[in-house]
């Protein structure tokens, strides 16, 4: 069993930043993917990027937040982090961590999700 619980939501204003942590315990991670998602009201949930637990540096973002969303990894203390900057609005959704053994964009694939943290960006 995998239990993920991610920290770090809040109300921002547009144009500023939020970090977000997701804390990972439970089975050993070297061969997982962990990936954020987030869920606006009324609208599917969404893959926003992922990364490899070990091994090389592999990453995958959305279009919608490349350039502005870093994803990254303490593998010492089993924790990954969502750095956002540049927020606007439309970034305003749930936001899950999630762990996979296959990786990818479909929300289907991953088998371990936490309970999610809100993140609200005002005008």
């Known amino acids: 069993q995998v239990h993920l619980v991610e920290s770090g939501g809040g109300l921002v204003q547009a144009g500023g930043s939020l970090r977000l942590s997701c804390a990972a315990s439970?089975?050993?991670?070297?061969?997982?993917?962990l990936g954020w998602f987030r869920q606006a009201p009324g609208k599917e949930r969404e893959f926003v990027a992922s990364?490899?637990?070990?091994?090389?540096?592999?990453?995958y973002y959305a279009d919608s937040v490349k350039g502005r969303f870093t994803i990254s990894r303490d593998n010492a203390k089993n924790t990954v982090y969502l750095q956002m900057n540049s927020l606007k609005p439309e970034d305003t959704a749930v936001y899950y961590c999630a762990a996979s053994s296959i990786g990818g964009t479909p929300s289907r694939r991953y088998d371990y999700w936490g309970q999610g943290t809100q993140v609200t960006v005002s005008s």
């Open positions: 990364i490899r637990w070990s091994g090389g540096s592999t990453y």
């Open positions: 439970g089975r050993t991670f070297s061969s997982y993917i």
